[in-house]
């Protein structure tokens, strides 16, 4: 993607980063699949699960009941899988620590079009602001993205 060899380093959050370009970068992976993003100046987040993983037994840490209440907006295949999704994103955007999914990350609006796309509200003591999260199938896969102006998202 770079026209280069490079490494992939973790700063001290464990966010990866690539220290010879400015480039900002999101990595997932998942089973035998891995999905990169590199842009300089947007807003990225990515998250891959395989479409078939099964997180039931830890919805309650990391989802609360209004968002359980989204499913049925949300495709049939793994409601729970696309909410785990959205949130890694969510995470994965924010530049601070100690994040607690269940109550930090909310979905807020979810609308089915071609895609899923989710209105998401951050409400963290160091940052409030507000994300848009689009997640879809790509064959195995729920990828989740955020892809915005890096200065461009609202904070509230």
Same mark, same amino acid.
């Given at each position: 993607?770079?026209?280069? =060899?490079?490494? *992939?380093? +973790?700063?001290?959050?464990?966010?990866?980063?690539?220290? &010879? %370009?400015?480039?900002?970068?999101? #990595?997932?992976?998942?089973?035998?699949?891995?999905?990169?993003?590199?842009?300089?100046?947007?807003?990225?987040?990515?998250?891959?699960?395989?479409? =078939?993983?099964? *997180?039931? +037994?830890?919805?309650?840490?990391?989802?609360?009941?209004? &968002? %359980?209440?989204?499913?049925?907006? #949300?495709?049939?295949?793994?409601?729970?899988?696309?909410?785990?999704?959205?949130?890694?994103?969510?995470?994965?955007?924010?530049?601070?620590?100690?994040?607690?999914?269940?109550?930090?990350?909310?979905?807020?609006?979810?609308?089915?079009?071609?895609?899923?796309?989710?209105?998401?509200?951050?409400?963290?003591?160091?940052?409030?602001?507000?994300?848009?999260?689009?997640?879809?199938?790509?064959?195995?896969?729920?990828?989740?993205?955020?892809?915005?102006?890096?200065?461009?998202?609202?904070?509230?």
């Amino acid at each position: 993607m770079l026209g280069h =060899d490079t490494h *992939i380093y +973790r700063d001290e959050a464990g966010a990866p980063h690539l220290p &010879e %370009v400015l480039e900002r970068v999101s #990595i997932s992976h998942t089973g035998d699949y891995m999905a990169m993003l590199i842009s300089p100046s947007r807003l990225l987040a990515l998250d891959i699960e395989l479409l =078939d993983r099964n *997180i039931e +037994r830890i919805v309650p840490r990391y989802t609360n009941d209004a &968002e %359980v209440d989204l499913y049925d907006r #949300i495709p049939k295949q793994n409601p729970a899988l696309y909410v785990w999704g959205i949130k890694e994103c969510l995470f994965k955007a924010l530049p601070v620590k100690s994040i607690v999914f269940r109550e930090h990350l909310k979905i807020k609006k979810v609308e089915l079009k071609d895609d899923l796309h989710s209105d998401c509200e951050i409400e963290h003591p160091d940052l409030r602001a507000q994300l848009s999260v689009v997640s879809c199938i790509f064959g195995p896969l729920i990828v989740s993205y955020i892809d915005q102006p890096l200065y461009g998202y609202e904070e509230i």
